[in-house]
């Protein structure tokens, strides 16, 4: 690495899990997909399991965790350097095609000595039924790209009681949740037996399935996605207890540039749409339905806040810079803003740490002293900690930039 090079193009790697669209990613990328296999998420970032590669002077890549580890306290800043001691975050473009998993993050203190357990057990990292893949909590941002849909933390108790009772097959659950006791009422849900689930969910489902196969139900609805999720995860003999929580959580339609915060805690689900998704470095996930991959309910419960959550629907703040938007939230490990700036102007930049841009539209070239980099539609380019460079515009361009709040 040329002494004097502070920013370097970014190759990202796709993840191809199975609920991924076939087309958004790929156009957004330029790559053909023949074989049509889903393009689930782009990732960005220096997480160890699945490291970006960074372009050098030379032509040659290198892993963007290896990279930084080279001199960690100059490419990060001795700030970050000093508090995270790697890259703290972890950038991502999702299109979401069918639903995902009915999920919860840990907290740090839980997912260091929970990984730690892990691997005292011997558990390998890749192991289907791991639950911890690293020791990092994942608190997460996602920024609409398209309309979006997705279930965000418990119902306040009148909105749960309301849609319980208008739900003649679900009414049973409302003495459960006598008094608000939400611990109560999701213990009810996810603990029962596979037999109950079955009994519970299936006149609901036979009600709800053949209203959506004949276009009678709409995505505002909850029996919308229930029979959804019916038609993509139930078997014929084994309902899937993930659809109870579709009746439980918040329901929320995200427009094209409103985001939301999910901290430690906060169950949730995607739905349906694409997004920008800006999160801690790490990929821990627990599952509790909704899902072919590991599920593990105990898990699950032990990290969920059982409280009402109102949803915080952030559109962002002004910038230090002009067309910056930035989406600020509680989360000491990154920060998002997007940058849409007009053709023919110029924007001058300063990295305070290692900072990802990714172009989502239009064109630009980056200049910092000898070094240029044109980026295109779908390209990425990395700024290490103290890099002044200008971005000259020559195609109206929407950037999408991952910081760490100063």
């Not at 639903?99 to 357990?117: D, G, N, R």
């Amino acid at each position: 690495m040329s002494n004097n090079t502070k920013i370097f193009k970014l190759q990202g790697k796709v993840q191809h899990y199975t609920w991924g669209g076939m087309d958004f990613i790929p156009a957004l990328l330029h790559l053909s997909n023949p074989e049509k296999k889903p393009f689930a998420e782009y990732w960005m970032g220096a997480h160890d399991n699945v490291p970006s590669e960074v372009e050098l002077p030379d032509g040659s890549l290198q892993p963007l965790n290896a990279f930084i580890k080279q001199d960690a306290a100059a490419l990060l800043g001795p700030a970050v350097h000093q508090r995270f001691g790697r890259l703290p975050y972890l950038f991502k473009v999702l299109d979401v095609k069918d639903m995902l998993s009915i999920q919860v993050h840990p907290t740090k203190k839980a997912a260091e000595s929970a990984f730690a357990a892990e691997n005292m057990k011997g558990t390998p990292l890749n192991a289907p039924n791991r639950n911890y893949k690293d020791d990092n909590h994942k608190p997460e941002l996602m920024l609409a790209l398209s309309d979006f849909w997705l279930l965000h933390g418990f119902k306040s108790p009148q909105a749960l009681v309301t849609i319980l009772m208008q739900t003649p097959e679900l009414q049973f659950l409302v003495p459960v949740f006598d008094n608000e006791n939400y611990h109560a009422l999701y213990e009810r849900v996810m603990t029962m037996d596979q037999q109950e689930v079955d009994e519970r969910l299936r006149p609901l489902l036979d009600r709800i399935v053949p209203l959506y196969e004949k276009g009678f139900l709409d995505r505002s609805q909850e029996d919308f996605w229930a029979a959804r999720a019916a038609k993509t995860f139930c078997e014929p003999n084994r309902l899937d207890r993930g659809i109870f929580s579709i009746y439980l959580f918040n329901l929320l339609n995200l427009k094209p540039g409103e985001a939301i915060f999910q901290d430690a805690g906060i169950p949730h689900a995607y739905l349906e749409g694409q997004n920008m998704e800006l999160m801690a470095n790490s990929d821990n996930v627990l599952r509790g339905g909704l899902t072919n991959k590991y599920i593990d309910v105990p898990e699950l419960m032990h990290h969920t806040k059982f409280e009402a959550v109102i949803p915080n629907i952030l559109t962002g703040t002004s910038g230090a810079v002009t067309g910056e938007t930035a989406f600020p939230t509680p989360a000491a490990d990154f920060e998002l803003r997007r940058l849409v700036l007009k053709s023919g102007s110029t924007v001058s930049l300063t990295a305070s740490t290692a900072e990802i841009f990714f172009v989502y539209e239009g064109a630009v070239k980056a200049k910092a002293g000898s070094t240029e980099i044109s980026l295109g539609k779908g390209e990425t380019m990395l700024a290490t900690a103290g890099a002044s460079f200008e971005l000259q515009i020559s195609q109206d361009a929407v950037l999408f930039r991952a910081t760490v709040p100063q």
